[in-house]
């Protein structure tokens, strides 16, 4: 048996090229974020396209300068966006569960990108108030990701620190260290 290629080669590459994502890999992408699982089929997630430069330069101010440096080439921003306060959260164990379903739904989207010859980079430097703003967001609802997506670039068109990062092999932790069989600590292999 084999590893699904879309997880064995999937990477989250600085460099993009400008080419734009067609639209029919735009609709694939809401296909699988749609059919994800949640909790009691909630589906909490929403997702903000923005491919207009005027708000893509507004969401672009409110990335952090290391992410700054490279996204503005990615042709499609997206950002993910919850409503905590409409989500199943159990009172038994206080898990707000919307998170969890809000990455099982990005989690669809980016094998899908991966199986349509895309790339995805997912974003955790970013600014609220800057973010908010260029997409007009409503109080109740909560950004939680961004994510460029696109067809991969050449790093030698990025700047020196981020091809520095794109060179930096890909790693993973040994199966080991965080699977365990019957308890805590015991490896399962």
């Given at each position: 048996?084999?590893?699904l ?35 009691y ?13 005027a ?50 739904a ?8 991966e ?35 696109g ?12 091809r ?26």
């Amino acid at each position: 048996m084999k590893l699904l290629p879309e997880i064995a080669k999937r990477k989250s590459p600085r460099a993009f090229h400008s080419r734009p994502v067609e639209e029919e890999k735009i609709r694939l992408l809401l296909e699988a974020m749609r059919w994800a699982p949640s909790s009691y089929n909630r589906q909490p997630w929403r997702i903000v396209l923005v491919t207009d430069p005027a708000v893509r330069a507004q969401l672009h101010a409110g990335l952090m300068a290391g992410n700054r440096r490279w996204a503005v080439k990615a042709p499609l921003l997206a950002v993910v966006v919850s409503r905590p306060e409409a989500d199943d959260v159990r009172h038994d164990n206080g898990i707000p569960y919307y998170l969890y379903d809000c990455g099982q739904a990005v989690m669809s989207l980016v094998l899908q990108a991966e199986h349509l010859g895309l790339r995805c980079h997912q974003m955790a430097g970013w600014e609220q108030g800057p973010v908010r703003a260029a997409l007009h967001l409503p109080e109740e609802e909560q950004p939680l990701v961004v994510i460029a997506i696109g067809y991969e670039g050449d790093i030698a068109d990025l700047d020196e620190r981020s091809r520095e990062k794109e060179m930096v092999p890909r790693t993973r932790k040994e199966i080991r260290e965080f699977a365990f069989r019957d308890r805590w600590g015991t490896p399962i292999c």
